[in-house]
């Protein structure tokens, strides 16, 4: 059975976006590509709400043919553009923005459900606090990869909402060359 990971980075003082909502990532270093290349092959499907789905829609497809994008980045945007993606939203339309997007004819409940049942890879939710807050109490979420950078942003988009209670299992915590920390847990 498939399973559903959120990955995502996220500060110490568990933003996601710093409070003006811009992004900052962690610092890429070759320890970083490494495990972001290692994760990537986990992955067949992109899980997204309408928002996050257009934040990524207006990167990857330009970050993959931009001749400033490093060989790195551009092998991450490759995976994101030639991945298969699936957008919930009631009033998103036009998919045009970024090549192999579906959005979900059924809730997203029953949507996973099936998605779980497919044969393939796993599925994961990169991107969108709310979204991803969303899944976790839908109790669709089995894995949880975070990534956590050693900096504080005082403020922005929370990734856990506070609404949510549950008690997760660690998996494997590892220490990145940058300082982040890399921490899975299981939710099941």
Do not use: C
Request: proline share 4%; hydrophobic share 40%; aromatic share 10%.
């Amino acid at each position: 059975m498939r399973k559903l990971v959120l990955s995502m980075f996220m500060s110490v003082d568990g933003y996601i976006d710093a409070p003006g909502g811009e992004f900052i990532g962690p610092d890429w270093s070759p320890d970083l590509d490494r495990w972001t290349f290692n994760m990537i092959e986990q992955f067949d499907t992109l899980i997204y709400g309408r928002i996050a789905w257009q934040l990524m829609a207006a990167h990857w497809p330009n970050a993959e043919i931009d001749p400033n994008t490093p060989d790195e980045q551009r092998k991450l945007a490759r995976f994101m553009n030639q991945t298969r993606k699936i957008v919930f939203s009631r009033t998103l339309q036009d998919l045009s923005a970024w090549n192999n997007s579906t959005i979900a004819t059924r809730g997203l409940r029953e949507t996973i459900s099936s998605e779980k049942q497919r044969a393939g890879r796993d599925m994961v939710i990169f991107a969108g606090a709310k979204f991803a807050s969303t899944a976790i109490r839908e109790g669709l979420v089995d894995e949880y990869w975070l990534l956590t950078i050693p900096e504080l942003f005082g403020g922005g988009s929370r990734l856990f909402d506070g609404s949510i209670r549950q008690r997760l299992k660690l998996l494997e915590s590892r220490k990145m060359d940058t300082g982040a920390v890399l921490n899975k847990y299981t939710g099941r």
